[in-house]
């Protein structure tokens, strides 16, 4: 079993900047594919960013120079480092693994999911 849960959602303004944390748990190692996915009210769920077993990462196009993901394994914690927020940016935060070394930024690709983190900015 894999437990995610995340944290460092909240209300910004527009330009301001948020870290969303991701504590990773259980039956998970550094082999593990981590990203980061986002849904709005009435919208799909959406990948925001990933990072691979070679930490090579990739970004939505809306998210790019913006965002960045980052894991810390000494602490078993994923990081987005979200800067230069957009009220489009408004959403749930979802932390999500997979045990496959490399995954592409579509849901499907993971299998373990946390419970997700609210972001709202404000314009």
């Known amino acids: 079993q894999v437990q995610l849960v995340e944290s460092g959602g909240g209300s910004v303004q527009a330009g301001g900047s948020l870290r969303l944390s991701c504590v990773v748990s259980?039956?998970?190692?550094?082999?593990?594919?981590m990203g980061w996915f986002r849904q709005a009210p009435g919208q799909k769920r959406e990948g925001v960013a990933t990072s691979d077993i070679a930490t090579t990462t990739s970004y939505a196009d809306s998210v790019k120079g913006r965002f960045t993901i980052s894991k810390d394994p000494t602490n078993n914690t994923v990081y987005l480092q979200m800067n230069s927020l957009k009220p489009e940016d408004t959403a749930m935060y979802y932390c999500?693994?997979?045990?496959?070394?490399?995954?592409?930024?579509?849901?499907?690709?993971?299998?373990?999911w946390g419970q997700g983190t609210q972001v709202t900015v404000s314009s």
């Open positions: 999500a693994a997979d045990a496959r070394p490399w995954v592409r930024l579509q849901p499907g690709d993971f299998d373990y």
């Open positions: 259980g039956s998970i190692d550094s082999t593990y594919s």
